[in-house]
């Protein structure tokens, strides 16, 4: 399995709701791409050492590699990104990761 990833950095203040209009039109747009097998949007709290600069993640599940890619390049894929270009340069960062999970919260004592 492999996610695409796009973390968002906090918009001012007074970019908030220029942000959201945005951020939610994008939305709209990635759900209705093809291809992905699961969608999760984090709403960040902060970090341990306090204030962080991150709003927003969202990560995007596929299946494998190929088909992220397939995806990312359709028509629905092409118009969501260029839905991005509304925000203002440095707004938001895009990574690509192989996910890997395991069962269970705790590891084994021996």
């Known amino acids: 399995m492999v996610k695409f990833m796009i973390v968002f950095r906090k918009p001012a203040p007074n970019q908030l709701e220029a942000f959201e209009n945005v951020y939610n039109d994008f939305l709209a ?3 209705r791409m093809p ?7 984090n709403s960040v709290l902060g970090s341990p050492f306090g204030e962080s600069p991150y709003y927003r993640v969202l990560e995007v599940y ?7 890619q397939e995806s990312l390049t359709s028509p ?5 990104g260029g839905e991005l270009r509304r925000l203002p ?7 690509f990761a192989e996910v890997y999970e395991e069962g269970g919260g705790s590891t084994p004592n021996s």
């Open 29 to 31: 747009l990635v759900e």
């Open 35 to 41: 291809l992905i097998t699961r969608r999760q949007v």
């Open 62 to 68: 596929y299946d494998d590699y190929a088909r992220m």
């Open 76 to 80: 629905l894929g092409q118009t969501a």
């Open 89 to 95: 340069a440095g707004a938001f960062e895009m990574l």
